[in-house]
Each structure stands twice: as C-alpha cells, then as structure tokens.
C-alpha cells in the first residue's frame, strides 16, 4: 500500500499534467454522462390561437467535468430567423440543486449571451459552482428584460457515482487535441 504522503505527490503530479495538457493543447475536457436541454420546449398551441413565436433555438449542455469547485455548463443560442440586424443580448439564470427541490436551490447564476449584429448565434461557457453532486437544475431565459416564452425548464441530471466527503476517489483525465468530439464518440467514429 502507498504511503499517503506518496499519494499526495502522486495526485499533484497529475494535476500539474493535466493543467499543463489544458493550457499547452487547448482541448475541452468534458464528461459524456450529461443529457443536453434544448429549448423552447415543443408545447402545443392551443386551438384557436396561433403558435407561440420562437425568435431563439436554445442548447444547455452541463457535461463539464464533476468536480468540486465549478462545473462548466455550455449555452448555445441561435436566431431562427438567421443574422441579427442589431445586438442582442440574453440573460440565463442557472439554479443548481442537489436535493431535486423546486424553488430552493444550492447554486444560483446568472450570465449573459450577446449575439453581435450580423450573427446568427453565440456559445458561452457558464461556471457554476459545484459544492457536492447536482441532481437537478433550472434553467430560465430573459430578454429586455422578459422571460422568453417555453423557454424555463428543469432538467435532471444524472448521476453516474456518488460521492461523499468519505469517499472521494482520485481519476484520470486524458486531454488531447487529437481525441474524437463528444459527437464523434458517439456516433463510433473513434
């Protein structure tokens, strides 16, 4: 069995690896358990009545890497009516809860995604902090303003180990800017 001050060295020579292969390779650490949300949500009109607009195409992506300090959660936003004639600006509130209680919540942040004129979308990664395992998040969008129409949602998030203050185990993260896209794992293409 490895002494622990060994194991300590050990973790910290890691560490320093993996932050080198982040800073050196520009590659984006990701883990592949997440489900992505994608917004509006496909609510029926009611009859009658015309169809709700739906000026934005939304894509939440929370699968960054489970850790104990911040947990980057990728924001997509895309104008369904092609480039923007003026910036635009929207704001994401991101409420983190490890207990899947609506209306309390661990973590609460806000961000905001400008769309420059002439663009049609925009990508922002959101740090959220992570204090102990997600469970559940709500997810909400406003523009001026104004919450966008089917455009709040809880998601859930799925839990692939569980980790305590008693039990923490040490991984191994391999970054490099030659391993397959999320998509591209998933479609066998590695």
């Known amino acids: 069995m490895m002494q622990p001050a060994a ?3 050990l973790v910290l020579l890691l560490s320093v690896v993996v ?4 800073l050196v390779g520009g590659a984006t650490a990701q883990a ?9 949500l496909n609510v029926p009109p009611i009859p009658g009545r015309p169809p ?3 000026p934005w ?42 207990y ?14 400008d769309v420059p004129e002439g663009q049609s979308s925009a990508t922002v990664w959101v740090d959220v902090p992570q ?31 569980f980790r305590s203050g008693f ?5 191994l993260l391999v970054i490099s800017q030659h391993a397959p896209t999320r998509n591209e794992h998933r479609a066998g293409g590695c």
């Not at 039990?167 to 991984?171: E, F, L, P, Y």
Request: include cysteine.
């Open 52 to 54: 709700a607009p739906r």
């Open 7 to 9: 194991l300590l060295r």
């Open 57 to 98: 195409s939304i894509e939440v992506d929370p699968s960054g890497i489970e850790g104990q300090v911040y947990r980057g959660v990728k924001v997509t936003v895309t104008s369904n009516s092609g480039p923007v004639t003026a910036n635009r600006s929207l704001r994401v509130v991101l409420s983190a809860n490890g």
């Open 167 to 171: 039990n923490d185990s040490a991984g």
């Open 100 to 113: 899947s209680e609506r209306g309390r919540c661990d973590e609460r942040v806000t961000a905001f995604i």
């Open 19 to 22: 932050m080198i292969g982040l």
């Open 32 to 40: 592949e358990n997440m489900p992505v949300l994608n917004l509006p």
């Open 131 to 161: 204090r102990r395992q997600w469970h559940w998040m709500l997810v909400e969008f406003y523009e001026d303003g104004e919450p966008l129409k089917n455009c709040a949602a809880g998601m859930s998030i799925a839990n692939t180990s």
